[in-house]
């Protein structure tokens, strides 16, 4: 069963305006969530967190949203640059005793932001 | 900038011969992880360390999959015999002491099985 779903394959958006990504998630035990930013033939590149007692958390461009009741959240990119155009994963882990801290990753969503 | 250190980029193998992967961790990072991402997925953890010792592999396939890191710092990941639908992406990740918390990732060595 797929935990992380990130529903939309691909998104495309003008460059300078929004872009935003989303992600749910089934497992209610999840408390810590990750976006990670993907080049062809490279690894992932961590770009942005949020824990589960925050709502919002905001890093320069990027600013990730947790709606814990409807298990959502989602990744907002303002102004979008053409160098954003990559593949996002989001990614979610339970803490506390007897976790691992294992990360389970969403299928990933496509952005192309075209100049 | 310290960063994770994987070797080979790229490895076109046989089906049926056996092929290793290297990963170097940031310095300092306790935990070690390996994932497997094939084309359109995302990835999913193989095995994770905490220093030298297993934390997680219920997802390795242990007939063929073997996995190291005998000093707790770098760490071999091994597949022998390879099939066909080994040919994916592994990547290895690290992050600092603790089991929680942000994991870096390394470059990835993509494995073709031919």
């Known amino acids: 069963d797929q935990q992380v779903k990130q529903n939309s394959p691909s998104l495309s958006v003008q460059e300078g305006r929004i872009s935003i990504l989303n992600c749910d998630y089934t497992?209610?035990?999840?408390?810590?969530f990750l976006w990670y930013k993907k080049y062809p033939a490279e690894g992932p590149t961590f770009l942005i967190s949020?824990?589960?007692?925050?709502d919002k958390n905001e890093d320069g461009r990027f600013t990730v949203f947790l709606n814990k009741s409807a298990k959502h959240l989602s990744l907002h990119i303002v102004p979008s640059q053409p160098g954003d155009s990559a593949v996002y994963f989001c990614a979610a882990s339970k803490s506390g005793s007897g976790n691992t801290g294992k990360l389970i990753f969403g299928q990933g969503t496509t952005l192309q932001v075209k100049p | 900038e310290a960063e994770v250190a994987q070797s080979p980029r790229y490895k076109i193998t046989e089906k049926s011969q056996a092929v290793a992967f290297w990963c170097d961790p940031i310095s300092g990072h306790a935990t070690l992880y390996w994932y497997r991402q094939i084309l359109g997925q995302g990835p999913e953890l193989l095995v994770q360390f905490q220093d030298e010792s297993v934390v997680d592999d219920s997802q390795l396939p242990k007939d063929r999959f073997s996995a190291e890191r005998l000093k707790g710092v770098d760490s071999t990941l091994k597949i022998q015999p390879a099939e066909l639908g080994d040919s994916a992406m592994y990547l290895c990740?690290?992050?600092?002491?603790?089991?929680?918390?942000?994991?870096?990732f390394g470059p990835g060595t993509r494995l073709l099985v031919l």
């Open positions: 497992n209610s035990m999840f408390d810590y």
């Open positions: 949020i824990s589960s007692i925050k």
């Open positions: 990740a690290s992050s600092p002491r603790g089991l929680h918390g942000t994991q870096y």
